[in-house]
């Protein structure tokens, strides 16, 4: 079975600033996906950024990126510029290419952002 | 479009009683799951289906029911409800394209 870890329940960033949020997995298949949500305090799930473990050039979105280390298993979530509506649930997530798309969630990691 | 739509919101349950989730997508998606999600916890798979009329188990899906008879609608049934059921409950639809769509949640409460 395929497990993810996030080993920092919560974390805080000055407004402006850059955090990262760490994420292992542990899986021995080459074929999967891996994402980061945010859930904000309205319990939406809203995609963050999405890497297919195939490619070897990390996805970015605007202020997110990602520093995918497929041998360390390794898919860490950086913010860049953080503003306070950053502030959020944040989940790592991993699929298996044939797994019918079931997700499986980290424990979440809680991002507070300092004005 | 709407999305994904759960019914209801909020629900207060007493132990023994069961209740059905109500999830809907109107955007022809052949995938759909059911998560939980406990206080400060990861969601975990409960069901999830791969069309009308295909239903199987996810990680957690002790004292659940699900059936999918069109491809828009996804009930959740809970049977003899427990405190452990106590939850917030998501319904996700997915494309093909690896885009997934998520219900804003049902908050249950058993008591």
């Known amino acids: 079975a395929q497990t993810v870890t996030q080993s920092q329940p919560e974390m805080s960033v000055q407004e402006a600033e850059t955090v990262t949020l760490s994420c292992t997995y542990d899986?021995?298949?080459?074929?999967?996906?891996l994402f980061w949500y945010k859930q904000p305090p309205s319990r939406q799930m809203i995609l963050v950024i999405r890497?297919?473990?195939?490619?070897?050039q990390n996805a970015t979105e605007n202020r997110f990126s990602v520093n995918f280390q497929k041998a360390a298993k390794s898919f860490s979530l950086k913010i860049s510029d953080s503003q306070l509506g950053d502030a959020a649930m944040y989940f790592c997530?991993?699929?298996?290419?044939?797994?019918?798309?079931?997700?499986?969630f980290g424990q979440g990691t809680i991002l507070t952002v300092h004005p | 479009n709407a999305g994904v739509t759960q019914t209801p919101k909020f629900r207060i349950l007493k132990i023994g009683q069961s209740m059905t989730l109500q999830c809907t997508q109107d955007?022809?998606?052949?995938?759909m799951y059911w998560y939980r999600q406990d206080p400060g916890m990861g969601l975990k798979l409960i069901y999830y289906?791969?069309?009308?009329?295909?239903?199987d188990k996810g990680e957690v899906p002790n004292g659940y029911n699900v059936s999918r008879s069109t491809t828009e609608d996804f009930p959740l049934r809970l049977e003899l409800a427990a405190p452990s059921q106590t939850s917030v409950y998501f319904c996700?639809?997915?494309?093909?394209?690896?885009?997934?769509?998520f219900g804003s949640g049902t908050r249950l409460t058993v008591v």
């Open positions: 955007m022809n998606h052949n995938y």
């Open positions: 997530a991993f699929r298996l290419g044939t797994s019918y798309g079931k997700l499986t």
């Open positions: 289906s791969v069309g009308a009329g295909i239903t």
């Open positions: 996700a639809s997915r494309n093909d394209r690896n885009g997934y769509t």
């Open positions: 899986t021995s298949e080459s074929d999967y996906y």
């Open positions: 890497q297919e473990a195939y490619k070897q």
